[in-house]
């Protein structure tokens, strides 16, 4: 899944920088791009553990 959602965020962006620097600006596109770049990070950093989650499992096991 990560090798897919990686590319995806680095095209998105890419297009959303392209956009920015052309003669006319297309806005939908560029908040399409980032709209894609955003879903990208929340699906990776979905699958990062949290840093308290140590913490919530000790208090589960004290009750």
């Given at each position: 899944m990560k090798k897919?959602?990686?590319?995806?965020m680095i095209v998105a962006i890419l297009v959303a920088?392209?956009?920015q620097v052309?003669?006319?600006k297309n806005v939908?596109?560029?908040v399409i791009a980032i709209a894609i770049f955003m879903f990208g990070m929340m699906?990776?950093?979905a699958k990062t553990p949290s840093k308290n989650?140590?913490?919530?499992d000790k208090e589960d096991k004290d009750v």
């Open positions: 897919l959602i990686i590319p995806m920088f392209f956009e052309s003669a006319e939908y596109i560029t699906q990776l950093s989650q140590d913490n919530q």
